[in-house]
């Protein structure tokens, strides 16, 4: 891993609107605003119901802890958004494999052609903001952001993320 240096003092942000998270952030909430319209308007559902449903579509069973923690909610956020999806017949809970207490999620019949609708929506929204850029500059971005990240965890004590293609154990 390269040496860390800090920025150039020409480089320091002046305001909190030049920091870097801050910009982040502000993207972040633009990206989120624009896709919570949209799957509102066009398929019924919050974009936390949104990120549940995209989550169970690729990854089901999921317990709620591992989806809560997937989806960035804390468990309460996610236990009253899987109950709303359950009572809509979107999402099924079933008896865990393991432990008698443990409880699968998977989406239902429904749940899945909602589901299928959404990721078309979410993939074309992503073909234009990647269009926004050149292919070196998505190359350049991507890995930009999973050093940004790796440093983001690093400074909170948190590990990284399992690789792609590693099975994510489940912790309860």
């Not at 119901?49 to 996610?78: C, V």
Request: no cysteine; glycine share 10%.
């Amino acid at each position: 891993m390269p040496d860390r240096l800090p920025p150039p003092e020409d480089d320091a942000p002046e305001t909190i609107r030049d920091l870097l998270s801050y910009r982040i952030h502000r993207l972040a909430n633009a990206l989120s605003r624009g896709a919570a319209l949209r799957y509102r308007r066009e398929f019924g559902v919050s974009l936390m119901e949104w990120r549940i449903l995209a989550l169970l579509g690729a990854f089901a069973p999921m317990t709620l802890k591992r989806l809560a923690r997937e989806a960035g909610l804390d468990k309460s956020q996610a236990s009253r958004a899987v109950a709303g999806l359950v009572a809509r017949g979107l999402v099924l809970r079933q008896p865990g494999e393991g432990d008698g207490r443990e409880v699968a999620l998977r989406l239902s019949p429904a749940g899945g052609r909602l589901q299928q609708g959404l990721m078309r929506a979410a993939r074309e929204r992503d073909a234009a903001f990647r269009a926004a850029l050149g292919v070196a500059e998505r190359a350049a971005f991507s890995a930009a952001l999973d050093r940004l990240e790796a440093e983001a965890r690093r400074l909170a004590g948190v590990p990284p993320p399992p690789r792609r293609g590693e099975a994510e154990r489940d912790e309860g």
